[in-house]
């Protein structure tokens, strides 16, 4: 779509570093960023992310494959570094040559930022907080998506206001930094890069369009809720140390709080160790958000949704998405260049 030459000078920045039309990024979700989804999102002009998850490396190479049949435009791919076949993903990088790896989950070592950067891939990496951010500026990263706890699936503790305090404004000039979390309108993108943001990375957005696979069900609660249900998991205990998610509340909640008091009485008995519980508690979340998006168990299964989730009311497809949000980001733009023009 046409737009204005403030604007295009605005998204600069993001779209040359993403090489793309508009810097808007499609967050990896797992289960639901699959070739369809991130092909659509990058024919579209946005920049889409492919969700490695706990895939065995043969099955996202393939994944990886697929997407590149179904659309000649960037793309990133998602690595999660506590999943299973993190090494195996590292490994295949060289031979695979990806333009772009965001690394997810937990944080990387300076080590495997760099082998990601041996193998031609530009690195965009996760920032919760100020001192991750310095870690992995140090370490490397080309880029950083700045992530708020308002988003939603694993979080950090940290609201997106805050950290465009701490990080955006300390450290824009530096590399290119993305805004996520509770972003989720084309007005909220133009001021966030106003700010120095080089674009935007939405998630819950991107899952009520037709081109996304999630379950029907999945949708329909999505369109229903109010950004109050979805709400952050507790840590019961240091001893069993929990990345907090974010979802919508129900039966599946409930559990997860019965499995961490669980682990921790196994914990305390000798029959298991941090690191074993710690992997209990990702094989539920996988298999539970896998029930949620694929079965369409929205009782028993995680309804992962950032608090944007209150701001949803309709599907559109995916080019009716980044139209809207462009069209709203220009808008947004030249009223605030009207103001201060008076």
Not at 144 to 164: D, F, K, M, N, P
Not at 178 to 205: C, E, N, P, S, Y
């Amino acid at each position: 779509m046409e737009t204005s030459k403030e604007f295009k000078k605005l998204i600069k920045r993001g779209s040359d570093f993403l090489n793309c039309p508009y810097p808007i990024m499609c967050g990896a979700m797992t289960w639901i960023s699959d070739p369809k989804l991130v092909s659509a999102v990058s024919n579209n002009g946005g920049f889409g992310c492919l969700a490695g998850g706990n895939a065995p490396a043969e099955i996202l190479a393939r994944s990886i494959e697929e997407t590149r049949k179904l659309t000649d435009k960037s793309f990133g791919v998602n690595l999660i570094t506590i999943a299973p076949a993190y090494r195996d993903h590292l490994a295949m990088l060289k031979d695979i040559k990806l333009p772009f790896v965001i690394f997810a989950g937990s944080f990387p070592r300076d080590k495997e930022i760099q082998i990601a950067k041996a193998s031609g891939a530009k690195v965009l990496c996760f920032a919760s907080t100020e001192s991750i951010a310095e870690r992995m500026i140090r370490y490397g990263a080309d880029a950083l998506i700045l992530e708020g706890s308002e988003a939603g699936g694993h979080i950090g503790h940290v609201a997106t206001t805050i950290l465009l305090q701490q990080v955006l404004f300390k450290y824009a000039d530096r590399l290119p930094i993305f805004a996520a979390g509770g972003i989720a309108t084309g007005k909220m993108a133009a001021h966030v890069m106003l700010m120095g943001a080089a674009g935007i990375q939405l998630g819950t957005r991107f899952v009520m369009t037709d081109e996304c696979s999630a379950h029907p069900a999945f949708k329909d609660v999505f369109m229903r809720a109010n950004a109050r249900d979805a709400v952050s998991t507790p840590q019961y205990d240091s001893k069993l140390p929990v990345v907090a998610v974010r979802a919508l509340k129900n039966k599946g909640m409930v559990k997860f709080g019965e499995l961490q008091l669980h682990l921790l009485k196994e914990m305390q008995e000798g029959k298991i160790g941090r690191e074993q519980a710690q992997e209990e508690v990702e094989k539920y979340w996988i298999g539970a958000l896998r029930r949620a998006v694929v079965d369409g168990d929205v009782d028993g299964g995680s309804l992962m949704a950032g608090q944007s989730v209150g701001l949803l009311d309709k599907l559109m497809t995916i080019r009716e998405l980044i139209d809207e949000l462009v069209g709203e980001a220009d808008a947004e733009l030249q009223k605030t260049a009207r103001f201060f023009a008076n």
